[in-house]
C-alpha cells in the first residue's frame, strides 16, 4: 500500500516555463513533507519542505504548496531551467513518530525533463 | 557533496553471499537511515540508528542487518543474498531536532548475480 503516490513518472517542459509535479499521500498522521531532486549516479539532494501548519512554503524559484483536506502537494519550479532535469522525489513523515523525525515515506518520483 | 560517504560504490557478488555496505555520516549528525532503491521503485526505508541504538524498522527483511558504532558510522549487513536484492542502497544522516532534513550518500549498486 503507498502511502505516498506520484501518478505522474515523467514531466516535460520548455526551458522558462513552469514545471508543476504532483503528490498525493494517504496517511493523514504526515505532517511534514520534503521535496528530493536526484541526479543519476547520486543520491537524493534535498530541495524544499513544508511543515503541515503551513500552504506554502517558497524558496527562490521553488515553491511547495500542501492541501491538507485533499492530501496533495505540488512542487512549482519557475522558471524552469534545463539544469533542473532530474528525477524528483516527494517525501512525508510523521514528526511526532519516536519523539522527532521519522523515517521518510518516499514516493516513486517524477522525471522532469527541461527541454532548451 | 553531502558529507555522508558510502563506500563501496559497486558490489558484485554471487547469490548465497553475505555483503557489508558502510556509511559514515555527516560530522555530528547522530542518526543514520539506511535505504534501498529497486528498479522502478522509490526509496524504501529500511532501518535507523540514533547514536548508536535502532529507532526504526521499516521494510527490513531478516536476512539484513545492521548496527551503528560508537563512532557513529554504520553498516548494513546483507546475507544469503538473493537475485531481487540486487539495488541501490543508500545512507542517510541528520543532525536531530524536528526541522532538519536528511542528507544522503552516493549509494552503494549492489548486483547479485
Known amino acids: 500500500d503507498q502511502q505516498v503516490k506520484q501518478n505522474s513518472p515523467s514531466l516535460s517542459v520548455q526551458e522558462g516555463r513552469i514545471s508543476i509535479l504532483n503528490c498525493d499521500y494517504t496517511n493523514s498522521m504526515f505532517d511534514y513533507f520534503l521535496w528530493y531532486k536526484k541526479y543519476p549516479a547520486e543520491g537524493p539532494t534535498f530541495l524544499i519542505s513544508i511543515s503541515s501548519i503551513k500552504d506554502k512554503n517558497e524558496d527562490g524559484r521553488f515553491t511547495v504548496f500542501l492541501n491538507k483536506s485533499a492530501k496533495h502537494l505540488s512542487l512549482h519550479i519557475v522558471p524552469s531551467q534545463p539544469g533542473d532535469s532530474a528525477v524528483y522525489f516527494c517525501a512525508a513523515t510523521d514528526m511526532n513518530y519516536g519523539g522527532s523525525q521519522g523515517n521518510l515515506i518516499f514516493g516513486k518520483g517524477t522525471k522532469l525533463s527541461v527541454k532548451p | 557533496d553531502s558529507g555522508v560517504t558510502q563506500t563501496p560504490k559497486h558490489l558484485i557478488t554471487a547469490t548465497g553471499q553475505r555483503v557489508t555496505l558502510r556509511c559514515s555520516p555527516r ?67 541528520r543532525a536531530g531536532g524536528p526541522d532538519n532534513e536528511q542528507f544522503f550518500g552516493p549509494g552503494t549498486r549492489l548486483t547479485v548475480l
Open chain 2, 27 to 93: 560530522s555530528g549528525d547522530l542518526s543514520v537511515y539506511w535505504y534501498q532503491q529497486s528498479l522502478d521503485q522509490g526509496l524504501q526505508f529500511l532501518i535507523q540508528y540514533y547514536n548508536g541504538e535502532e529507532r526504526a524498522k521499516g521494510n527490513i527483511l531478516e536476512r539484513f542487518s545492521a548496527q551503528q558504532f560508537p563512532d557513529l558510522h554504520s553498516e548494513l549487513n546483507l546475507s544469503s543474498l538473493e537475485l531481487g536484492d540486487s539495488a541501490l542502497y543508500f545512507c542517510a544522516s
